[in-house]
T-cell receptor, first 115, second 113 residues
Framework: EPEVTQTPSHQVTQMGQEVILRCVPISNHLYFYWYRQILGQKVEFLVSFYNNEISEKSEIFDDQFSVERPDGSNFTLKIRSTKLEDSAMYFC?????WGGGQPQHFGDGTRLSIL | QKEVEQNSGPLSVPEGAIASLNCTYSDRGSQSFFWYRQYSGKSPELIMFIYSNGDKEDGRFTAQLNKASQYVSLLIRDSQPSDSATYLCAVNEVNFGNEKLTFGTGTRLTIIP
């Protein structure tokens, strides 16, 4: 069964450094998402992406965050200057079409640890 | 702020019994509802989704939706130790044509052998 793949599985970065989290969505999917989950807390929406542009972003997704689909395959999340509070699991998700009957499929996540 | 509420648990159920997980949501306009299972340190794994009032069954799992009461539940029959996990209720929010999932905090379920 096709799956969403994320790399790396664990990223350790010094505070203030830039980090790029990578995702390869399922190949025929058109809608892409990033969510994050701080340890012990709920899964939170960050951003949605369709047709090579951001559809919606949350309050968390400030100017330090950006997303890109550089080559029609990868979908990346960049954090420009990381803070301690960016430490979390980051999940990429994708779905084939618009509509509530189409569930989002999640990747295994990247654990981001900011030192 | 649209909310999804779950009892955080832990909920302990003997092996072989029925586990009942509940969720309420605040947005009366919500149409689609999802149950994900999350093992510790892992990603959410889709179990079921429902968008019509009533029951939807898939193997040992039954999702129940009552839009009038803004309530969705998940029943797990013949509970197995491998069902021990956190169960996340998620609501598909649509805002000016854009979709996203809003999650509850999850209910931690433990199946006791």
């Amino acid at each position: 069964e096709p799956e969403v793949t994320q790399t790396p599985s664990h990223q350790v970065t010094q505070m203030g450094q830039e980090v790029i989290l990578r995702c390869v969505p399922i190949s025929n999917h058109l809608y892409f998402y990033w969510y994050r989950q701080i340890l012990g807390q709920k899964v939170e929406f960050l951003v949605s992406f369709y047709n090579n542009e951001i559809s919606e972003k949350s309050e968390i997704f400030d100017d330090q965050f950006s997303v890109e689909r550089p080559d029609g395959s990868n979908f990346t999340l960049k954090i420009r200057s990381t803070k301690l509070e960016d430490s979390a699991m980051y999940f990429c998700a994708s779905k084939p079409n618009w509509g509530g009957g189409q569930p989002q499929h999640f990747g295994d996540g990247t654990r981001l640890s900011i030192l | 702020q649209k909310e999804v509420e779950q009892n955080s648990g832990p909920l302990s159920v003997p092996e072989g019994a029925i586990a009942s997980l509940n969720c309420t949501y605040s947005d009366r306009g919500s149409q689609s509802f999802f149950w994900y299972r999350q093992y510790s340190g892992k990603s959410p794994e889709l179990i079921m989704f429902i968008y019509s009032n009533g029951d939807k069954e898939d193997g040992r799992f039954t999702a129940q939706l009552n839009k009038a009461s803004q309530y969705v539940s998940l029943l797990i029959r013949d509970s197995q130790p491998s069902d021990s996990a956190t169960y996340l209720c998620a609501v598909n929010e649509v805002n000016f044509g854009n979709e996203k999932l809003t999650f509850g905090t999850g209910t931690r379920l433990t199946i006791i052998p």
